[in-house]
Structure formats: structure tokens, C-alpha cells
């Protein structure tokens, strides 16, 4: 496993960054190249309902810069594939001391059948795990007694498809990460003020032109 980098002095106070081999999914035709985790205490958003770019640039060593661009399309809610539990699910300590933002990155490569469907296949994939992970569904809310907890409504997960400029390994070495780059592979909730604004889950499946893609979370 290779070396945590130093933090950069732009990222949020709160972060962490992680690595790992993940094995070849072979229902889908797809295999995993690795996952970033960054947790961040700060959130951006773009205009909902119509496709938005998202530009970032990354300077190679030979001089040249790479603009990566992400076209994103319109956010869609995906509620669990069958009738969930409702009522009110409390929290544990911990996540009411340390309420953050974490986005996780899983980068896919390319194989012979090709990842054409691999949105599709996620989308469908995640109606599935709401069904026994149905707080993701929910919403956060705060109790009578000032604390944090989830209103498990089935709403739904937001979801969301995008196509980037380039191919996956175009984007550099995700074992130093770029935050910069990496945050146009996740979706963020415009307009959102805080952290009762975001819906629990949000996923990206981001295609490249080689054929392989990335999920962040």
C-alpha cells in the first residue's frame, strides 16, 4: 500500500485518504482500479435541472496543462426498490460530534464487454442496498432534544450520470489525490447551506472515453 501524501494547504481541515485493490466484478464486466476517500467540511454546488461543465486544470510534467471537463446531467432521486421502514433513526455519538462530509471516489477500469451500462447497472444496483440500508433514503433532521437523526422517508438516494473529456488515466495518480480534479467526479447539492440540506447518499457515475468510469459518493 503506498504512502499517504502530505496535505495540501488548500484542503479542508477535515480529511482522509485511502487506497486499495478491489477484485474484478464479474456480473457487470467491470473491475475496480482503486478508491480515494476525501472528507471535507466545505461543499460547492452547480445548477440543478439542466446539464452543467465543470473545468479544472492539472499541469503535467512536461509543462503541458490538462483541462479535465465533466458534463453532468440531471439529478434524479432513487428510492429503494421495495416499501422501507419509517419512523426515526437515531444516531450514534460519534456522528454527532463529528458531522462531516465524506466523498469517496471508486475509479473502474475499461474490459473487453465494455461499461456502456454501468450507470444503468448502479442505478438498479442501488434501489437494491436502499432496501436494507434505508436511513441512506432519508433525510437528516434535528430532534426535540437538539440531536441529530435521519426521518427515514424513502425519498431516495440523488442520483446522477456524467461524461468526462478524457480517459481515466488522463486524470493522473489518484494516490495523490488533486482535489480539485477528483471533487468534478462527485455531485454536489447546489444551493445547499449546511449539512440538513443534503440528502444522506449522493452518487456520480462518471464515464471517460476510454470506457472505464468512476463512482463518487
Request: net charge negative.
Amino acid at each position: 500500500m503506498p504512502t499517504p501524501p502530505t496535505q495540501p494547504k488548500h484542503w479542508p481541515i477535515w480529511w482522509r485518504w485511502s487506497y486499495d485493490q478491489w477484485p474484478t466484478l464479474t456480473r457487470t464486466g467491470i473491475s475496480c482500479t482503486g478508491l480515494l476517500t476525501i472528507s471535507s467540511a466545505t461543499s460547492s454546488g452547480i445548477h440543478m435541472g439542466i446539464e452543467a461543465e465543470k473545468f479544472s486544470a492539472m499541469e503535467y510534467s512536461n509543462g503541458n496543462v490538462f483541462q479535465l471537463v465533466v458534463k453532468q446531467g440531471e439529478p434524479t432521486l432513487v428510492p429503494p426498490a421495495e416499501e422501507t421502514e419509517k419512523g426515526l433513526y437515531f444516531l450514534s455519538n460519534l456522528d454527532q460530534n463529528i458531522a462531516v462530509i465524506v466523498r469517496t471516489i471508486y475509479c473502474f477500469k475499461s474490459e473487453e464487454k465494455g461499461n456502456e451500462n454501468a450507470g444503468e447497472v448502479i442505478k438498479n444496483a442501488l434501489k437494491k442496498v436502499l432496501v436494507h440500508y434505508y436511513p441512506l433514503a432519508g433525510r437528516l433532521t434535528i430532534s426535540p432534544e437538539a440531536k441529530l437523526i435521519i426521518n427515514c422517508t424513502g425519498e431516495g438516494a440523488v442520483f446522477v450520470e456524467a461524461e468526462a473529456n478524457c480517459a481515466l488515466e488522463e486524470i493522473g495518480d489518484i494516490t495523490k489525490p488533486d482535489p480539485e480534479t477528483l471533487g468534478k467526479l462527485v455531485y454536489n447539492i447546489p444551493d445547499a447551506k449546511n449539512i440538513l440540506e443534503m440528502p444522506p447518499l449522493v452518487a456520480q457515475v462518471t464515464k471517460f472515453t476510454c470506457g472505464g468510469f468512476a463512482l463518487g459518493l
